[in-house]
């Protein structure tokens, strides 16, 4: 008979060798079982809630519609993070030791808070902005373009008639559309010398990587085309009621009616352009004024000022890269002309109205919150 301690010690052994066992077979798998909140502006906080993750916050990614998230905390059952700037909304996934599960949907947020920068400025229109930061903005009414800096200090750039298209070059000097059939190259201290003259009606300008500058001639329906030299020469005949331009990923982008000579409720088009004539729409079918600037944002994210003439209502339409359209919720400011967004996803818009209440002054900043 064996003694009792020898038959213990077996009992220890052979029980801690079936929980060794059940251990590394129980290990519970990657699930993502709960979200809080679903929805949000940018930097909201939130717990996923689930199985599996990693208590080593670099060990757990999550995405939110594929961008990615920063990780506050992690346990085996929770994660905390913070959502991504303009992400957009979409899909939450989490990944572990190559492992994905989706947590569910988060919805973005996506009223924009507006600052008005000025309502001092006579009728602005189009905006540029340079790589310090400056805001320039036409001014119709007083014949100047006016610089803006991040502070807010206003102050006048340089005088010429009725400025409307502006576009930097990569030497920093802006060139200037105008009274609708001039450019002119201003040099970073305000010194203007003409550059060409067009025929027609210039509204919007926008300058490629090798000092081609585009022109939407909306006087002509057509989009023109002046090269380094200063001459003028016609990119594309079909951009009816044309009026903003942009240059993007060696695409050229045009904002045009979709029915000749036209503007109003639904006819507003998006047009991209990879050569002379060679055209597509991206998207139509919004409202459209006849008088729209196009900017894209770091994320590809065009944008561009959508006007209700009905209610006249101003508001910005928003298309991903993958096509979504989304009519941002922001401030009301009606007449919306100028729009272009800074390296931090901040967006300024222009509007004509100088009336100082309820956000309808000239230039305000919209930022996502």
């Known amino acids: 008979m064996k003694p009792l301690y020898c038959l213990t010690l077996t009992h220890i052994i052979l029980f801690s060798i079936v ?20 929805s949000g502006p940018d ?47 979409g899909s939450v996934t989490v990944t572990v030791n190559g492992k994905t599960t989706t947590a569910g949907v988060f919805t973005y947020d996506t009223t924009w808070m507006g600052t008005t920068i000025s309502d001092t400025i006579p009728g602005p229109c189009y905006l540029s902005i340079d790589t310090g930061g400056n805001l320039y903005v036409s ?26 298209g502006t ?16 450019i002119y190259k201003v040099s970073p201290t305000g010194i203007a010398t003409p550059f060409t003259t067009d025929n027609g009606g210039i509204f919007a300008i926008a300058e490629d990587p090798n000092g081609n500058i585009y022109a939407a001639n909306q006087a002509n329906n ?3 085309m002046i090269n380094p030299e ?14 903003g331009l942009a240059v993007h990923s060696g695409q050229l982008y045009v904002a045009a009616t979709d029915q000749p000579g036209v503007t109003g409720s639904g006819v507003g088009t ?10 597509s729409a991206v998207t139509f079918g919004f409202d459209y004024d006849g008088e729209a600037q196009l900017t894209f944002d770091n994320n590809n994210n065009l944008y561009i000022p959508i006007f209700n003439q009905g209610n006249l209502q101003g508001n910005v339409l928003r298309v991903s890269p993958d096509g979504t359209r989304t009519t941002l919720q922001m401030p009301d400011i009606p007449w919306i002309t100028g729009i272009v967004a800074d390296a931090s996803g901040h967006l300024y818009v222009s509007g004509v109205q100088s009336t100082p209440t309820n956000f309808t002054g000239l230039l305000v900043k919209l930022t996502m919150h």
């Open 43 to 89: 930097s909201t906080q939130v717990t996923i809630g689930g199985t599996g993750f990693s208590s080593t916050t670099t060990a757990d990614l999550v995405s939110f519609n594929g961008k990615q998230a920063t990780v506050l905390s992690a346990t085996p059952t929770s994660l905390v993070v913070r959502t991504p700037t303009l992400a957009g909304t």
């Open 19 to 38: 929980l060794i066992g059940c251990s590394k077979h129980s290990a519970a798998p990657l699930a993502a079982e709960a979200m809080q909140p679903t």
């Open 222 to 224: 057509r989009v023109d």
């Open 139 to 164: 001014s119709l009414y007083s014949g100047v373009v006016y610089k803006v800096t991040p502070a807010g200090a206003i102050s006048p750039f340089v005088a010429l008639p009725y400025p409307t």
């Open 167 to 182: 576009a930097f070059d990569a030497s920093g000097n802006l060139y200037v559309a105008s009274n609708g059939a001039y």
């Open 270 to 279: 998006i047009l991209s352009m990879s050569g002379p004539e060679m055209i």
């Open 230 to 243: 200063g001459v003028v020469s016609v990119y594309d005949s079909n951009a009816s009621f044309c009026s």
